[in-house]
């Protein structure tokens, strides 16, 4: 499958998913010297200028890094830009990605032809998220470079469909990088979606429980504690479905089973909003998270998944 030279470099076939409030340099620089692709929403650095601080921080460390590990270099970072009408900070964010050259812009909640241009300026490049195959081609039509499948079981904003349809129905008529995300959270899946035609595993729920995530305690320990069953796909609390943890619905005093539908009008990601406190006190998360059993650095969570692959791997020899 033709893949840029970019994501040729990946060292392993897995790219973290930006995750809204979690994701941070910190974490970010650690998954990207894991060997995967590290990424952040843009909307995580507030205010506004922030962001400008956590590109130099990144882009400071990894050039770092790689000069001490010539043999062994850093995956490549991503920056998530939501290009969704109610995201008043996509001009000045997007200017910050081409002033420092963001390898990788992933796009959200909408695909713009002017966006992709001018990540294409500078010679990166855009993977943009979608849930059907029909939003698959408008997003390669306006110029994306490649696709993030997002199917069924995925955290926070999640489709239906199952990965095995959506990849199939893609790979008729795409041959570009593709990333398959929902309940990917163990080395074995990581060979699964490859073997299903996806170039890349998307990875998020996975890394809240880790030391770099910034998360609570609370939030991350409810990962460990929790499984499937504990997963709630519901719009309401920004309009849009998406998984949810429901211990996290009952303790902000809700009913998991009676929460009804939200406004997709009303949609809000300013986390120091009013309505902010949905995304502190109601926790995403996919449905994979069985196999998260403890808290661990980001290398560590890292080194099992490679383990695990190749364990895969070599059951299929």
């Given at each position: ?67 001490a590990n010539p ?53 990166g490049i855009v ?151 949905v995304w502190k ?37």
């Open positions: 499958m033709a893949l840029p030279a970019i994501l040729k470099s990946v060292p392993f076939p897995v790219i973290a998913s930006p995750m809204f409030i979690l994701s941070t340099p910190a974490l970010v620089i650690e998954q990207c010297k894991a060997g995967v692709v590290g990424s952040m929403p843009a909307l995580n650095a507030r205010p506004a200028a922030q962001l400008e601080e956590w590109l130099i921080e990144i882009t400071e460390a990894l050039a770092a890094y790689n000069a043999d062994k270099p850093a995956a490549p970072f991503a920056i998530n830009q939501i290009v969704h009408k109610s995201n008043d900070r996509l001009e000045h964010d997007l200017a910050m990605c081409v002033k420092y050259k963001v390898p990788i812009v992933i796009t959200s909640l909408g695909a713009r032809t002017d966006v992709n241009d001018a990540v294409h300026s500078y010679g993977l943009h998220d979608i849930i059907n195959n029909k939003f698959a081609k408008k997003a390669i039509e306006k110029g994306a470079d490649g696709l993030i499948a997002v199917a069924a079981g995925a955290g926070g904003h999640a489709g239906t469909l199952s990965p095995f349809a959506l990849i199939a129905e893609i790979r008729e008529w795409f041959d570009g990088p593709i990333a398959l995300s929902g309940a990917i959270a163990t080395g074995g899946a990581v060979l699964a979606a490859q073997a299903m035609g996806a170039d890349f595993a998307y990875v998020g729920s996975a890394f809240i429980a880790t030391d770099e995530a910034r998360a609570v305690d609370a939030y991350k320990q409810m990962v460990v504690d929790s499984n499937s069953d504990d997963i709630l796909y519901s719009s309401k609390f920004t309009g849009v479905h998406g998984n949810y943890l429901k211990p996290s619905i009952v303790n902000a005093g809700m009913d998991p089973d009676a929460l009804g539908n939200g406004d997709p009008s009303q949609m809000n990601f300013d986390s120091n909003a009013s309505s902010g406190k006190d109601i926790w995403g998360c996919g449905q994979g998270i069985g196999a998260i059993k403890k808290v661990v650095p980001v290398r560590e969570l890292v080194a099992r998944l490679k383990a695990e692959y190749e364990e895969a791997r070599q059951k299929l020899v």
